[in-house]
């Protein structure tokens, strides 16, 4: 169970449960600010090997695939400064929403897991191995989706201009 805790430096956590729901036990607490907020909160086990657990929320996503033991490890599986939409991308973005298997994932020969986030949607086609920086591949590439935040146009509408959630500026020309 990943619970965000709405405040504008996230600060969620990760609650395990060994009985079924019936008792919960603090699994994760984050430390600094690249955590569950309300808005940004996913968790992903896998539905062959429940010591498999991906989550992230307001910034990277991390793995444990050891979730079972009494020491669990959770490395950074990603690095959203590294997210780009042009040839040097390498990272899925932050702002976690959603993650989900591929229909046919098996954990052996289909290991494809999706991200949903501010930047669109990432696709690692193993999601045991990949890293921060590498695995990764952007399928977000010429979609056209953004948050705009504000925005402005020139008086006869031939330049617009818009910031983003996360994402940049954007800008319109009729001459482009």
């Not at 695939?65 to 950074?76: C, D, I, L």
């Not at 400064?81 to 990272?91: E, G, K, L, P």
């Amino acid at each position: 169970l990943s619970v965000g805790m709405y405040n504008w430096q996230g600060k969620g956590k990760i609650w395990r449960s060994n009985d079924g729901g019936l008792n919960w036990n603090n699994w994760f607490t984050p430390t600094g600010d690249n955590w569950p907020d309300a808005w940004s909160n996913a968790l992903w086990v896998s539905p062959v090997d429940t010591n498999l657990v991906v989550f992230g929320g307001m910034g990277d996503l991390y793995r444990c695939s050891n979730a079972g033991a009494v020491t669990p490890a959770f490395p950074q599986i990603s690095d959203w400064f590294q997210y780009r939409t042009d040839a040097n991308f390498r990272s899925a973005h932050g702002d976690q929403h959603l993650i989900v298997s591929h229909p046919d994932y098996d954990g052996v020969t289909n290991t494809t897991v999706f991200v949903v986030n501010d930047g669109g949607i990432q696709r690692a086609d193993n999601i045991a191995t990949v890293t921060q920086t590498t695995g990764w591949v952007n399928l977000a590439n010429h979609l056209g989706i953004a948050q705009f935040l504000g925005g402005a146009a020139s008086p006869d509408g031939s330049l617009i201009i818009g910031g983003t959630q996360d994402n940049g500026t954007l800008r319109y020309r009729e001459s482009d």
